[in-house]
């Protein structure tokens, strides 16, 4: 039985707390008696028969006919898929989406269907690679649909390929994938890492342009939405539900399938980075120690390498299919059931290690726009109810924020940090000033259209994730940051969390709470 | 005046000598060794078995040959030991030189392996060359492969004891009764599959006498309903072509080894039936191999897959097919010829 959650009161007896930082990680005190740490709950055992639970449930929907009954010869059927962005890291083969989407095309051949289109729904992500498809959806499919053209990636800057569906009562347009909205059924495959993950998200924000996704992706939005792992309370959520609706009616019927997995995050040589530190055994001290010597010595080319190699142990805990909404609501419940963790109350100085990888610099760099998102936007929101930081507290993360940049993952990465936040760093105003001149770049489309590149107006995106968490708190530290990369970004640098906590203290006071966010593996802080 | 030189040898004199003096040399031997021998045949019983009388019934010995061959002592640690070694080295080099195997569907036993309940796999391939089971055994993944039994024909394996004791030792072949319905073969898997080793069985019961291959028997399916254990069908292609029944030799090429997903079997479904479902896998995964999953899977639903078994037609159109059909598989891929005139621009 895999135990809950868990937060401990730090007193003179805890240990040193492993603290990411990028490719590399430290061991840091916490001062005693006004100190916590939030431990995710152990991950839940993986269904033992996966392609029989696939099976199962697409004979089974919730709200829906059996998957059978809807594929008829002659029909138009088209499958989406999450991109890479999902999961983190990348699981070890054979991924969820290679399994589900063999068994609907089992049954698609069953049936006699003959035009089937495979879509990656990348929205404004980078393109991925072959490699990248072929660890996703297997070499069976890859080598039987992208030779023929059946499978490919959303291009949300192809005219020719999309269809405006009609728009919100809130006057928001809903442009999706042209094909996708002219099949008789899309079926969309998921992975809900996160409950923010799935439901109307996945169709209207994978599938849609950038003249769809403006609507849900802005300063506005971002910055009233508490928190984006809670729909009921996010307005990101509510506007790309206004726009199920519109799919809803206009639309396709779309057949989704959610699927939640584990946090069963490092393999065995890293399995001691998600164990609680007081259990550590002999060979996880020595493996701490022999990998921190190694990464101190490694270039930082090759310790991306190492870590972007790993591949997650997680798998599936439950999958469910049918119609969205209702699919969706056993899918939250599920994802709420592996990472909620009950937290009593907020704090002065929220800490956080971030990690290696985020969303958007999978195989690629952290760069210091996606240092702020994953901490101001993903971490800080990992609550349910109130934010783990009181507002006009403290977050110290803890990260080298180098200003390096993937030059053929993000391009407009580098010009945003260059020519807009020496401008300004709030985020409407840079929304207002710079946004559309990003947006409707030619050589930045150009570059998201045939390269690898993020769209142009990605890393404004990204800022917008962290508004919330701006808007909230009182100051930002980085620990371990390159000092002038943070201050371009608005934050302040420290050499020591002693030193932030020292910087912090003009803000929340002498003697303030803290508390830190044992992540990943990821879970849900659910504050009271 | 003329000097009188010494006669020169040629070369054909010396060599004939030297071959005369060998000669001799190996009768002397010959003699030397024969003398025991020779001293032995005169002597009678009790040095050599005794004669029988007329009229008296001799009971028959009870054979250790065949399906009687006892192979339990090839699980023993030693030989399972020695049998590591013999795959990883010598058996892998050969099947890497011979075959270049590509193999491919390992995934889809993720869940095998991910399942502490479930002990022995039947693996059930289509069978075309002797090359087949060092194959298999390199190619079978890891949490089976250290403990794999091969089934193998009694009365050819097994018909000798040296040459049974080789496979045992080097393969873990076990012998299975290719002619009759034995009980002993059918309990000795059984026991091996509870005791959580898994199983190599052709269910074509040989190989494939002209290329095609020939109708699954139930063997495989009965074990899997007797002892629950899952059948993972498994296609190999190309070992027809480098060393087929008949060659004498082998000939280098390419082979591809193709694992499909495990299969049980259903409620109220005879073995029969079952194994007809075992044969239809192995013939999509085989159509798989050669064309594409989507192709396959489309030719499978409409009835239009190239059966196992080939078209129903005899003689050489049946050859001809079957020449067309290897060029689309592992077989058809040569070694792009070296260009034989230079290149003139």
């Given at each position: 039985m895999p135990r809950p959650g868990?937060?401990?009161?730090?007193?003179?007896?805890?240990?040193?707390?492993?603290?990411?930082?990028?490719?590399?990680?430290?061991?840091?005190?916490?001062?005693?008696?006004?100190?916590?740490?939030?431990?995710?709950?152990?991950?839940?055992?993986?269904?033992?028969?996966?392609?029989?639970?696939?099976?199962?449930?697409?004979?089974?929907?919730?709200?829906?006919?059996?998957?059978?009954?809807?594929?008829?010869?002659?029909?138009?059927?088209?499958?989406?898929?999450?991109?890479?962005?999902?999961?983190?890291?990348?699981?070890?083969?054979?991924?969820?989406?290679?399994?589900?989407?063999?068994?609907?095309?089992?049954?698609?051949?069953?049936?006699?269907?003959?035009?089937?289109?495979?879509?990656?729904?990348?929205?404004?992500?980078?393109?991925?690679?072959?490699?990248?498809?072929?660890?996703?959806?297997?070499d069976r499919i890859y080598d039987a649909f992208a030779p023929r053209g059946m499978l490919y990636q959303h291009d949300a800057e192809d005219p020719d390929n999309l269809v405006l569906l009609g728009e919100t009562p809130h006057g928001e347009e809903v442009e999706i994938n042209k094909r996708a909205a002219e099949s008789d059924l899309l079926v969309y495959v998921n992975i809900n890492l996160?409950?923010?993950?799935?439901?109307?998200?996945?169709?209207?924000?994978?599938?849609?342009?950038?003249?769809?996704?403006?609507?849900?992706?802005?300063?506005?939005?971002?910055?009233?939405?508490?928190?984006?792992?809670?729909?009921?309370?996010?307005?990101?959520?509510?506007?790309?539900?206004?726009?199920?609706?519109?799919?809803?009616?206009?639309?396709?019927?779309?057949?989704?399938?959610?699927?939640?997995?584990?946090?069963?995050?490092?393999?065995?040589?890293?399995?001691?980075?998600?164990?609680?530190?007081?259990?550590?055994?002999?060979?996880?001290?020595?493996?701490?120690?022999?990998?921190k010597a190694g990464l101190n010595r490694t270039p930082a080319r090759m310790a991306r390498n190492i870590f972007h190699g790993i591949e997650a142990p997680h798998n599936m805990t439950s999958i469910q299919c049918g119609e969205v909404e209702a699919v969706h609501k056993v899918t939250t419940e599920n994802v709420w059931k592996q990472q909620l963790v009950e937290v009593q109350g907020q704090t002065d100085i929220l800490t956080m290690g971030?990690?290696?990888?985020?969303?958007?610099?999978?195989?690629?760099?952290?760069?210091?726009?996606?240092?702020?998102?994953?901490?101001?936007?993903?971490?800080?929101?990992?609550?349910?109810?109130?934010?783990?930081?009181?507002?006009?507290?403290?977050?110290?993360?803890?990260?080298?924020?180098?200003?390096?940049?993937?030059?053929?993952?993000?391009?407009?990465y580098i010009d945003f940090f260059e020519q807009v936040l020496t401008e300004t760093t709030v985020p409407h105003e840079l929304e207002a000033r710079f946004e559309k001149r990003f947006a409707e770049d030619d050589w930045y489309r150009h570059l998201y259209r045939t390269s690898y590149a993020y769209h142009g107006v990605h890393p404004f995106y990204m800022w917008y994730w962290g508004s919330h968490g701006l808007q909230h708190c009182g100051k930002v530290i980085i620990v371990g940051g390159d000092a002038p990369t943070v201050r371009r970004l608005g934050f302040t640098p420290a050499s020591t969390l002693n030193d932030a906590l020292e910087i912090a203290s003009d803000v929340v006071g002498r003697s303030p709470t803290i508390t830190h966010l044992h992540t990943p593996p990821i879970m849900v802080a659910d504050v009271k | 005046m003329a000097r009188d030189y010494p006669k020169q040898k040629t070369r054909s004199e010396v060599s004939r000598r030297v071959l005369q003096r060998a000669a001799g040399l190996a009768e002397g031997l010959e003699g030397l060794a024969m003398r025991p021998v020779k001293l032995w045949r005169t002597k009678g019983f009790p040095y050599r078995a005794p004669s029988i009388p007329r009229g008296v019934d001799v009971p028959a010995k009870k054979s250790t040959l065949g399906a009687d061959f006892d192979t339990d002592f090839a699980r023993g640690p030693g030989s399972r030991f020695v049998r590591r070694l013999l795959v990883a080295g010598p058996v892998n080099g050969m099947v890497r030189f011979l075959a270049r195997p590509k193999v491919e569907g390992?995934?889809?036993?993720?869940?095998?392996?991910?399942?502490?309940?479930?002990?022995?796999?039947?693996?059930?391939?289509?069978?075309?060359?002797?090359?087949?089971?060092?194959?298999?055994?390199?190619?079978?993944?890891?949490?089976?492969?250290?403990?794999?039994?091969?089934?193998?024909?009694?009365?050819?394996?097994?018909?000798?004891?040296?040459?049974?004791?080789?496979?045992?030792?080097?393969?873990?072949?076990?012998?299975?009764?290719?002619?009759?319905?034995?009980?002993?073969?059918?309990?000795?898997?059984?026991?091996?599959?509870?005791?959580?080793?898994?199983?190599v069985i052709y269910p074509e019961g040989g190989r494939s006498p002209d290329g095609w291959g020939q109708e699954f028997k139930a063997g495989a399916a009965y074990l899997s309903a007797k002892t629950g254990a899952p059948?993972?069908?498994?296609?190999?292609?190309?070992?027809?072509?480098?060393?087929?029944?008949?060659?004498?030799?082998?000939?280098?090429?390419h082979t591809r080894v193709v694992f499909g997903a495990p299969l049980w079997p259903e409620e109220d479904e005879n073995t029969r039936r079952y194994s007809e479902r075992i044969e239809r896998a192995v013939t999509l995964l085989g159509d798989e191999s050669t064309s594409d999953f989507w192709t396959a899977r489309r030719r499978a639903a409409s009835g239009a897959s190239t059966p196992l078994t080939g078209p129903d037609y005899t003689g050489w159109r049946r050859q001809w097919a079957l020449y067309e059909h290897r060029k689309t598989g592992a077989a058809g891929q040569r070694r792009r010829q070296k260009r034989r005139w230079p290149d003139l621009g």
């Open positions: 868990f937060v401990l009161e730090v007193d003179r007896s805890t240990p040193p707390i492993l603290f990411w930082r990028g490719e590399n990680f430290s061991l840091e005190k916490l001062p005693a008696d006004r100190s916590r740490i939030i431990y995710a709950p152990e991950p839940h055992k993986v269904i033992d028969d996966i392609d029989g639970a696939i099976r199962h449930s697409l004979l089974n929907p919730i709200d829906m006919d059996p998957l059978p009954t809807l594929l008829f010869p002659g029909m138009k059927l088209t499958i989406a898929f999450d991109d890479i962005s999902l999961p983190l890291p990348k699981m070890t083969r054979p991924d969820i989406r290679q399994r589900i989407i063999e068994a609907v095309l089992d049954m698609a051949a069953e049936a006699g269907v003959d035009d089937v289109h495979i879509i990656a729904a990348l929205a404004l992500h980078r393109r991925m690679t072959e490699d990248e498809l072929r660890h996703q959806l297997g996160v409950a923010m993950d799935g439901g109307w998200k996945s169709t209207a924000t994978g599938l849609a342009s950038y003249r769809s996704l403006r609507h849900h992706h802005n300063t506005h939005t971002m910055q009233n939405s508490r928190s984006f792992m809670d729909a009921h309370k996010s307005e990101l959520h509510k506007s790309n539900w206004r726009m199920g609706e519109v799919m809803r009616k206009h639309g396709p019927k779309i057949f989704q399938i959610e699927t939640t997995v584990n946090n069963d995050t490092f393999p065995k040589p890293f399995d001691f980075l998600a164990k609680r530190e007081w259990e550590w055994n002999g060979r996880d001290r020595a493996k701490f120690v022999a990998a971030i990690p290696f990888i985020c969303p958007y610099n999978v195989n690629s760099i952290m760069n210091p726009i996606l240092v702020m998102c994953t901490g101001l936007g993903y971490f800080f929101n990992l609550y349910r109810g109130k934010p783990l930081v009181r507002e006009g507290g403290v977050v110290i993360m803890t990260h080298p924020t180098t200003n390096e940049f993937h030059p053929v993952h993000h391009p407009s | 390992v995934d889809r036993l993720s869940d095998l392996a991910n399942n502490d309940a479930i002990g022995g796999v039947i693996f059930a391939p289509n069978h075309h060359s002797h090359l087949d089971t060092p194959l298999m055994v390199t190619a079978v993944p890891k949490p089976w492969r250290d403990r794999l039994v091969v089934a193998a024909a009694a009365d050819y394996f097994f018909d000798k004891r040296i040459k049974g004791t080789i496979a045992a030792i080097a393969l873990n072949a076990i012998p299975i009764d290719r002619e009759t319905t034995s009980r002993k073969s059918s309990d000795e898997l059984r026991r091996l599959l509870a005791r959580d080793w898994s199983l059948v993972v069908p498994v296609f190999i292609d190309g070992t027809g072509a480098i060393f087929g029944k008949g060659m004498k030799r082998p000939k280098r090429g």
